[in-house]
Nanobody, 121 residues
Framework: QVEVVESGGGLVQAGGSLRLACEASGSIFTINAMGWYRQAPGKERELVAQLTSGGSTNYGDSVKGRFTISRDYNKNTLYLIMNSLKPEDTGVYYC???????????????WGQGTQVTVSS
């Protein structure tokens, strides 16, 4: 079992910044990728940013140039620095972790409970 816990959400004015953190713990042999997704009311969940174990990053078009994803590999902690926030960035931000608890077992895919980010205009 793998536990995924997000932190760092909150209320911020447009143009402000926030930093989200996501810690993965438990039965982890290796992590292939960690990422952030968000879901606004009435909309589908969408990719914000993803970071693979090889260091490749993938950002959603709407956040490129404003958000930065990084990871502390020693702590299995993922970060998302969000700058120049806009009201349309409002939503619940979820952390996703994919990897293996044991190389002989199928890969796992876990989600956190989410953290609310609200950007006021």
């Amino acid at each position: 079992q793998v536990e995924v816990v997000e932190s760092g959400g909150g209320l911020v004015q447009a143009g402000g910044s926030l930093r989200l953190a996501c810690e993965a713990s438990g039965s982890i042999f290796t992590i292939n990728a960690m990422g952030w997704y968000r879901q606004a009311p009435g909309k589908e969940r969408e990719l914000v940013a993803q970071l693979t174990s090889g260091g490749s990053t993938n950002y959603g078009d709407s956040v490129k140039g404003r958000f930065t994803i990084s990871r502390d590999y020693n702590k299995n902690t993922l970060y998302l620095i969000m700058n120049s926030l806009k009201p349309e960035d409002t939503g619940v931000y979820y952390c996703n972790v994919r990897g293996y608890s044991d190389y002989r077992q199928p890969p796992f895919d876990y989600w956190g409970q989410g953290t609310q980010v609200t950007v006021s205009s």
